[in-house]
């Protein structure tokens, strides 16, 4: 490998406010290489990577690309200088064409060539074995196409640097290989990859070399070969973290939830769930597996009871339950952890302590005859952000000013005090880090030996593999198939998720 990096981030500092979120940071990037950036929640790696992609600009250090100082203010002169970033959340236009998302931005003037236009992207595709239909509406796409004309887009306005965020969170199993695969490729012609991923498992897969982050500070560097993902755990947490969960809770007990033939439909009036049934038992994790956006999300709406279904019932401890109506689920003993913690998890406005007695504020302890014990409330909310390891300023903070993962702390908290029977945790470590994970798997296994049923809804294999007695998998809104936690097999579920029976 020629060892003349392409990129170099020398003693980067961001600071905002009285926050340091980078401190003398260096990252390299070489040739022909995938580098995998590693932290925890606030470690710095956004910070870091917007700063690289124009987004934000340095306080004090260096950005040099094949070895000249460059000044980036801008997305636009990092694209320039032939770096791309690939979010997360896609920035496509549903209602156009393939060709016509990757025009925007590139292709202008009175007179749009898409003849042209169309020609030079079979020809990329053709190079990178990336098979689009350029005629294709965006909308019509499966999200691993999706994420295939994100990179075409980068490859179109020719990048040579491609900075990934966290791009196998909504991805099946087949989805991450054929991933994996088009990013080797893009390797082996000349270009080179940022991979920012909690997945520790698809980092030690894909990369080259590991950068670990923490506290804003350059912790670690290890080539692959050097390492394993017990070490890069702890690197980046900076503690030992156990290496298995202990999860035995006993023989699952009653019945405590009883869903029969639920059908819904999503906010355009399609079907998003049909026939749906399950059982929910005491001492019980039920997994729900599946790519996002084939019921799930609906799912948790009817069960929170922010959604009705058009048929079907719904029964807690023998009893049936009003389906439309939060504060009946509540009543009847459910905690609810939802997938959007913006949406239906917190009042941003609301301060931290606020929220985090939002759905108790008038039960005691912590009201009686109508008066508020604020001293008592303080208490609580100061000891839960101890136990969950909330980063905040204070309790009296906003909460619109912590990170999502901290966002996603304070539901836990929340949601996971007194004893709740069921608890439906859809996505419950999305935005987590590996450390805060552990916790959250640690609560939710302590919950499930204190006789709570938890159906646990995540697009995360690993997560349901470690955690569940029983993996139900969705496609399109309908079951595809069960297995119980005896007899797993990651490939067939793999198939499953994309619409394969077998």
């Keep these: ?230 070490e890069l755990a702890s690197l980046m947490v900076g503690r030992e973290l156990l290496e298995r969960l202990d999860c035995t809770g006993g023989e699952a007990g009653k019945t405590v939830l009883q869903v029969d033939r639920l059908r819904v439909r999503n906010a355009k009036g399609l079907v998003a769930l049909d026939e749906f049934s399950l059982d929910l038992k005491e001492r019980e994790i039920i997994g729900i597996a599946g790519v996002t956006g084939n019921g799930q999300t609906e799912l948790s709406d009817v069960l929170f009871g922010i959604a009705r279904p058009e048929a079907g019932t719904i029964v807690i401890d023998g009893k049936p339950v009003a389906t439309g109506s939060p504060i009946s689920m509540i009543e009847a003993g459910m905690a609810r952890i939802p997938e959007d913690r913006i949406t239906t998890g917190v009042c941003m406005d609301l301060s931290v302590m606020d929220n985090l007695v939002l759905r108790d504020h008038d039960k005691r302890p912590f009201s009686s005859m109508g008066l508020i014990h604020g001293r008592k409330i303080r208490s609580y909310a100061m000891e839960r952000v101890r136990q969950f390891q909330v980063k905040t300023d204070g309790i ?55 006789g709570a049923g938890i159906l646990l809804v995540s697009d995360d294999l690993d997560e349901v593999f470690l955690l569940s007695d029983r993996v139900i998998v969705l496609y399109e809104g309908r079951i595809m198939g069960e297995m119980s936690a005896k007899s797993l097999d990651r490939d067939r579920i793999g198939l499953w998720m994309s619409g394969v029976a077998s």
């Design 1 to 230: 490998m020629d060892r003349h990096p392409v990129i170099e981030m020398i003693d980067i500092t961001k600071r905002f406010g009285d926050v340091t979120a980078s401190s003398e940071v260096c990252f390299s990037l070489f040739p022909n290489e995938i580098c995998a950036l590693l932290g925890e929640n606030g470690a710095g790696k956004t910070t870091l990577m917007n700063i690289l992609f124009g987004y934000y600009s340095c306080d004090s250090g260096e950005i040099r690309i094949d070895g000249k100082a460059v000044r980036l203010s801008s997305p636009k002169d990092a694209i320039a200088h032939g770096i791309s970033m690939i979010h997360q959340h896609f920035t496509l236009v549903p209602s156009q064409s393939v060709l016509e998302n990757v025009m925007i931005g590139v292709e202008g003037g009175f007179f749009l060539d898409k003849k042209k236009a169309k020609q030079r992207l079979l020809a990329i595709e053709a190079q990178f074995g990336l098979d689009l239909d350029p005629d294709a509406m965006v909308f019509t796409l499966p999200i691993g196409q999706q994420q295939k004309l994100e990179i075409l887009k980068a490859l179109y306005r020719e990048a040579k640097i491609l900075i990934m965020d966290e791009p196998t969170a909504v991805l099946a199993p087949i989805e991450t290989k054929e991933l994996f695969t088009t990013l080797k490729v893009l390797v082996e012609h000349g270009r080179s990859v940022v991979f920012i991923s909690h997945k520790l498992h698809e980092v030690m897969e894909i990369s080259d070399r590991i950068l670990v982050l923490r506290g804003g500070r350059n912790v670690a560097e290890r080539r692959k070969p050097e390492t394993t993902i017990a």
């Design 396 to 450: 009296d903070v906003a909460i619109k000013s912590l990170s999502g993962g901290n966002v996603q702390k304070v539901i836990l908290a929340r949601e996971l005090a007194g004893e709740p029977k069921i608890i439906i945790a859809c996505k419950p470590t999305r935005g987590l880090d590996v450390g805060a994970m552990e916790t959250v798997h640690q609560t939710m296994l302590r919950q499930k030996e204190r």
